[in-house]
């Protein structure tokens, strides 16, 4: 079983949508990260926790909200989709000590029309 | 502020040919620097890494040296695979605040062909 999950794999909304995207992982790792991935842009940092209390903007949180619900679990809420916000967006995890050494998750494309 | 610079793609090799993917990078202070790799339809995965000055990071045969001079960190390979076609992301590790953040390149598409 894959150490990172994410659900859904893919995902159409439309316009003004609430959206949920669920990561879990298997690996114990206190840090959790995600990001989007464009075309060109490469991987741009979103939101991360580095404990179920902690809780971090990214370079580009605006028109998201995370919650950690448990040490395994770090949702994605996009409140309102919109088109600019069609992605792929990935979870990862990693250890304190260790934050570059980061393990993704296999990724949510989200389609927003 | 930190920024990562890679070589524009696609890149496209016949196999057993030799890979280079520029990498260039500004930073504050001593940053380490990282290869990530994605496969087709998964998340991206550390290649390898270099924490100080003239390290070189290796795995897998590929290899790259940390540059402080050229401020570079070139990923290469001798004889490249049609296994080793995915996107390569060049990486480093900043401070942003109280944390430390990757900050990604924008990723080189290798395809190789057999």
């Known amino acids: 079983d894959a150490d990172v999950t994410q659900t859904p794999r893919n995902r159409i909304t439309k316009t003004g949508k609430r959206i949920m995207l669920e990561c879990s992982q298997t690996?114990?790792?206190?840090?959790m990260y995600w990001y989007r991935q464009d075309p060109g842009l490469g991987l741009r940092l979103i939101y991360y926790?580095?404990?179920?209390?902690?809780?971090n903007k990214g370079e580009i949180s605006d028109g998201y909200s995370v919650s950690r619900q448990a040490q395994a679990k770090f949702s994605l809420s996009l409140e309102s989709a919109i088109p600019n916000q069609t992605a792929l967006y990935f979870c990862?995890?990693?250890?304190?000590?260790?934050?570059?050494?980061?393990?993704f998750g296999p990724g949510t494309r989200l389609l927003v029309l | 502020g930190n920024s990562v610079t890679q070589m524009e793609g696609p890149v496209t090799l016949s196999e057993e040919a030799f890979l280079t993917i520029n990498c260039t990078y500004t930073a504050t202070g001593y940053p380490s620097l990282f290869w990530y790799v994605q496969y087709p339809g998964e998340g991206l995965q550390l290649l390898l890494k270099a924490t100080k000055a003239d390290d070189k990071g290796s795995n897998k045969g590929f290899e790259a040296t940390y540059r402080k001079e050229t401020t570079s960190f070139h990923l290469e390979k001798g004889s490249v695979q049609v296994s080793d076609s995915a996107v390569y992301f060049c990486?480093?590790?900043?401070?942003?605040?109280?944390?430390?953040?990757?900050?990604f390149g924008s990723g080189t598409q290798l395809t190789v062909l057999p």
């Open positions: 926790s580095f404990d179920v209390k902690d809780i």
């Open positions: 990862a995890t990693s250890e304190p000590g260790t934050p570059s050494d980061q393990y």
């Open positions: 690996k114990g790792h206190d840090r």
């Open positions: 990486a480093l590790l900043s401070f942003s605040g109280s944390a430390r953040q990757l900050t």
